[in-house]
């Protein structure tokens, strides 16, 4: 599992199960994870950038987003044609 965390969280993440740590104030996520090699499955998002998670979720994967709606313009960037939204 890989996520985001600034700073000093990073080592708390860690000791929850993180194998990889990014920090989002120096580090740009959808440039380290552009390789195809690197790339996702799934992609979660908790801060509304499901657009910038198209470039680094695999072709088929999927991007859950608890940010709001994603936009068609993030749905085709992943070759989706549609969505289905889920109210709990």
């Keep these: ?3 985001a965390s600034a700073g000093p ?3 708390l993440v860690k000791s929850l ?3 990889e740590v990014v920090d989002y104030k120096t580090s ?3 440039e380290l ?3 195809e090699d690197r790339k996702f499955d ?3 998002d908790c801060t ?3 657009l910038k998670m198209a470039s680094i979720v695999k072709k088929g994967g999927k991007i859950v987003t608890i940010a709001g709606a994603p936009t068609l313009e ?3 960037a992943i070759g989706g044609t549609h969505f289905l939204l889920s109210w709990v």
Excluded: H, Y
Aim: proline content about 0%.
């Design 1 to 3: 599992m890989t996520t």
């Design 9 to 11: 969280k990073g080592e």
């Design 17 to 19: 199960g993180a194998d």
């Design 28 to 30: 740009k996520f959808e």
């Design 33 to 35: 994870f552009a390789a």
């Design 42 to 44: 799934v992609c979660f």
């Design 48 to 50: 509304n950038e499901s």
């Design 74 to 76: 993030s749905i085709r």
